[in-house]
């Protein structure tokens, strides 16, 4: 049994669910690994079934019927976690983007550091980014010094998605009321455990570009961080 279990979403993830998931099983400290699919057309779920058979009560899956958003499949995920008593949660994208060799630096920060949310921070350091262009680069550092100018959150990358979450975090914020559905979708949450008052430590580490799949960034999941900062912002301000 393992008290920690990693949430990866997946959509059109074929060519890297296996090794991700390996690579996620060949830590020192025992991880689950929960398998979150919106029903992806490569069938991604079937590789995960079939992983299954050689990870027995280690590796889970739960499907979902459609790809509606990165906050809606962490959630749900979430929700399974707290349901099966894990203590520590963790956010890791599938496409090695975020460095399986890292949770256990986000694991401590929890566990022995007295963090109540660990975040995997490109910016805490520098900028830890490779394989990026340069206009990439300055879109994501930009959006960040946004997001802290209008929010006022120390954390320096409010949009990273490799994130470790204390359970109690979870149980905390209210999460049938995340509103968000792409990356601001990791700057409310961040900002919500802020709000109600939990350490949130920044572990540097680097960030890698995928190699294999495609992007699913895009112009309105931009938008709706741009624009639903400040509607966080002014929502935390009346509610007060």
């Known amino acids: 049994m393992s008290n920690a279990v990693v949430i990866i979403p997946t959509y059109n993830e074929i060519e890297n669910i296996e090794p991700i998931i390996k690579a996620v099983f060949s830590q020192q400290k025992t991880f689950h690994v929960l398998i979150v699919d919106d029903n992806s057309p490569d069938h991604t779920a079937e590789k995960v079934k079939a992983l299954q058979v050689e990870f027995p009560n ?3 899956l739960l499907e979902r019927n459609e790809k509606n958003g990165l906050g809606v499949a962490y959630i749900a995920g979430f929700k399974w ?19 399986p060799n890292d949770l256990i630096k ?7 550091d007295g963090a ?4 995997g921070s490109r910016y805490v350091k520098g900028i830890t980014v490779v394989n990026w262009p340069m206009s990439r ?11 802290r100018l ?27 009321k995340i509103k968000f559905v ?6 409310e949450m961040k900002f919500k455990a ?25 112009g309105s999941i931009i938008s709706e961080a741009i624009f639903g900062v400040i509607n966080l912002k002014l929502k935390s301000l009346f509610n007060k």
């Not at 929010?151 to 490799?162: E, L």
């Open 58 to 60: 280690q590796l889970f």
């Open 81 to 99: 976690a707290l349901k099966h008593a894990y203590d520590y949660i963790f956010e890791m994208d599938a496409d090695f983007s975020h460095n």
């Open 106 to 112: 986000l694991y401590n920060a929890c566990a022995n």
């Open 116 to 119: 109540d949310v660990s975040v």
């Open 137 to 147: 680069i300055l879109l994501s550092y930009g959006a960040s010094k946004y997001v």
């Open 150 to 176: 209008i929010t006022q959150m120390k954390v320096k990358d409010s949009t990273a998605g490799f994130v470790c979450y204390k359970r109690n975090v979870l149980e905390t914020i209210d999460l049938d």
């Open 182 to 187: 792409g990356y601001a979708f990791q700057i």
């Open 194 to 218: 802020t709000l109600k008052g939990f350490r949130i430590k920044e572990i540097p580490v680097i960030f890698k570009d995928r190699e294999k799949g495609k992007s699913k960034m895009s």
